[in-house]
Each structure stands twice: as C-alpha cells, then as structure tokens.
C-alpha cells in the first residue's frame, strides 16, 4: 500500500476516534437552558404578546426558559421575591419599589427599566374634565404610590391643588378643591369596576386593559416628562441576585428592538418603552 494512502486512512481513522470521543463526553450537545421564573400581574392578551417577543428573545439568544407566575393584586409579587418563590418581577415602578422597601425593610433592586404607561382619568359620565360637577365622586387607588400618582393627576388636569413638598401625597395633602370633589379610595383593581358609580376614576393602565377600557376613551391623560421617572416600571431582583448573569440576560431580552416592536403592536400609544426614553 502507498504510503500517501496509508496517510490518509490514518488521518480519517483519527478524525473519526476524535469525533466520537467528542460526541461521547457529551461534546456537541447545545448546554441545557437555564429556567428564570418572573412574576407578572395578570393581564391582558396583550401582556402576554409582549412576554411572548420578550421569551423567544431570551430562548434564542441567551439560552433562557422563561417562566412566568401571575399575581392579582401589588402585594404579591415582592413577598414572592423575597421569599424565593420567584427570581424577578416586572409589575411595579421606582416609586412602589421604594416604598415597599422601606414599609417592609426589603432590599429589592430595580436591574432594568421597561416601560411606562401613563395613568388615565376614565368616565361613563362625563366627556371631558371640564364637565365634572360640584361634589363629584372620583375614585383614585388606595394603595401609597398609585394614590399619590393619581391625586399628582387630578392636580395636573387642574381639579385641586397639592400641598408643596407633599412627598407621597394623600387626600390629607389636597390644599384646595374648589368642586369639593369626594375622593374614593379603593384597591386599584376596582377603581375600573367602580366607573358606574362613581364620577370618574383614575385607572391604571393594566386594569384598565383586563377591564377592557379604551385608552383612547379617557378624558385625561398624565403628561409624560422629567417628573414621571418614578413611574417607570421595572424589573427587579433581590439585591444579592441583582448581578447574576441570567438575570441581566433577562432584562437584555426586554430591552430589544423585537420588544418595542410588540409594545407598539400591542398597545399603539397606550405604553412607552422607557428604557431609551428621554424625559424632558
């Protein structure tokens, strides 16, 4: 036999041994995905169109199984991160993050911005602000950071005046209501049910989308600028995970050209990707 055949059966049995050596250390095989579980309020078709863009982003570039636990009001998806139930959320802006930690002694970081959606004043009643009566019942969420968001509202669409450096305001903090308006304090997941009884009420955006409300029905909306940096939803982490490298994936996938792309799609002007934005 030549010696350059004999080469070359020699080299092909080598590339063969080495191919299969390869193949049974478990070479070749794509690393199993690591699975990242994110609580989230339940919401609407198009939440989940969103998550959606957000997951095949995070499977096909970073490898990473999302899996998501739906909560139904604000006082569940931190108690969830904290006790280890989940590993991030995405519910809650800067404000409610602050608050939270310091009402429960929490150390929940926020790793990356999402969007924000500008509250609204909604009503069966009346078609614009102007039209509110004397006495009218508004209803605004009782719980800290949404009511003073909404109280901020009623104060921009030039229904009362705050006191000033009001902090988190209340209905304690109101230094002039010249319709003497009755505030209604409710859960925010009932500010939306509340619309036949009451005025109008300041409804936020997710709520308003399970409820099936227009947003283009509203008769007020929040200006978006500077001020509102502190309601820009987040995701969070607990603060000794906040650098894990899967977690950071995570909030890459959300940050993505294919996220806007479905945040526009599924909610046109009613939610604004905010991790670019520039607030003047």
């Given at each position: 036999m030549?010696?350059s055949?004999?080469?070359i059966?020699?080299?092909i ?5 080495v ?6 250390f478990?070479?070749g095989k ?5 699975t990242v579980?994110?609580?989230i309020m ?9 998550w959606?863009?957000v ?6 570039k ?10 139904t ?6 108690k ?10 995405s519910?809650?802006?800067y404000?409610f993050?602050?608050?939270?930690n ?9 790793i ?7 509250i609204?004043?909604y ?6 602000v ?5 006495g009218?019942t508004?209803a605004?969420p009782n ?13 921009n669409?030039?229904?009362i005046?705050l006191?000033s450096?009001?902090g ?13 308006l009755?505030i209604?304090?409710l ?11 009451v005025t109008?009420?300041?409804i936020?955006g ?14 007020y909306?929040e200006p978006v600028?500077?001020?509102?940096e502190?309601?820009i ?5 607990n603060?000794k ?12 996938a959300?940050q ?5 792309k ?6 046109g ?6 991790w670019?934005?520039?607030l003047?």
């Amino acid at each position: 036999m030549k010696k350059s055949l004999k080469y070359i059966i020699g080299v092909i049995v080598l590339i063969v041994i080495v191919v299969a050596g390869y193949f049974s250390f478990g070479g070749g095989k794509k690393a199993e995905a690591e699975t990242v579980t994110i609580g989230i309020m339940s919401g609407s078709k198009q939440d989940d169109q969103v998550w959606k863009a957000v997951s095949k982003t995070a499977k096909e570039k970073y490898n990473l199984n999302l899996k998501f636990k739906k909560f139904t009001d604000y006082s569940q998806p931190n108690k969830a991160l904290t006790s280890g139930n989940i590993d991030l959320n995405s519910f809650q802006h800067y404000a409610f993050l602050n608050a939270w930690n310091k009402a429960n002694k929490t150390s929940i970081e926020a790793i990356g911005k999402t969007i924000i959606m500008p509250i609204r004043l909604y009503s069966n009643k009346v078609k614009s602000v102007k039209d509110i009566e004397n006495g009218a019942t508004i209803a605004v969420p009782n719980d800290a950071t949404n009511e003073s968001r909404a109280l901020y509202v009623l104060k921009n669409a030039g229904l009362i005046t705050l006191k000033s450096n009001s902090g988190l305001a209340t209905v304690k903090s109101i230094a002039k209501n010249p319709k003497n308006l009755q505030i209604k304090e409710l859960d925010a997941s009932q500010t939306a049910r509340s619309l036949s009884d009451v005025t109008a009420a300041v409804i936020n955006g997710n709520y308003a989308q399970t409820a099936g409300i227009n947003y283009k029905s509203a008769i007020y909306v929040e200006p978006v600028n500077k001020d509102s940096e502190q309601w820009i939803n987040i995701i969070a982490a607990n603060k000794k995970d906040k650098n894990k490298k899967a977690y950071k994936e995570v909030v890459k996938a959300y940050q993505s050209e294919a996220t806007k792309k479905a945040i526009k799609d599924a909610y046109g002007t009613a939610e604004v990707p905010a991790w670019d934005i520039k607030l003047k």
